[in-house]
C-alpha cells in the first residue's frame, strides 16, 4: 500500500458547488476510484490566513500498476464528466509539475 497526498486551490466563489458536488459524489464515479484500488480517500479544505483556499487529498493505492490504474479511471466517460464537473471549481497551482492538475505532495512524516 502507497499514501498519496495533493493539493489545489479551490475558487472561494465554488466552494460551496464543490462542497455539494462531493456531499452527493456519482456512484459510477465511486465506484471506479475503488475499482482502479483506492481506498481512504479523503478531500479536506482550509482557508490559509492569507486568504486562499486550498484542498488537500489523502487515499491508500492498494494496486500494483498505478498508472494504468490511473489511466483506466482517466477513461472512463462518467469519470471525465465529473472531472468536467469539479474543474471550474479548482485553481491548480502555478507550480504543479507538468501533467498534474492537483500537485502531488511529499509525505515527511506517518506513524500507525
Not at 494496486?63 to 472531472?83: C, I, L, S, V, Y
Amino acid at each position: 500500500m502507497k499514501r498519496y497526498g495533493s493539493i489545489i486551490g479551490v475558487k472561494p466563489e465554488k466552494l460551496d458547488e464543490y462542497k455539494r458536488l462531493h456531499a452527493a459524489a456519482w456512484p459510477g464515479v465511486l465506484r471506479m476510484i475503488h475499482d482502479c484500488h483506492i481506498r481512504n480517500y479523503s478531500i479536506y479544505f482550509r482557508r490559509m490566513p492569507d486568504g486562499a483556499h486550498y484542498l488537500f487529498s489523502y487515499f491508500e493505492y492498494i494496486g500494483e500498476d498505478f498508472d494504468a490504474d490511473m489511466a483506466k479511471m482517466a477513461a472512463d466517460p462518467e469519470t471525465q464528466r465529473w472531472w468536467e464537473a469539479c474543474k471550474p471549481c479548482q485553481d491548480p497551482l502555478s507550480d504543479r509539475a507538468s501533467g498534474e492538475w492537483w500537485a502531488d505532495m511529499e509525505e515527511v512524516f506517518h506513524c500507525d
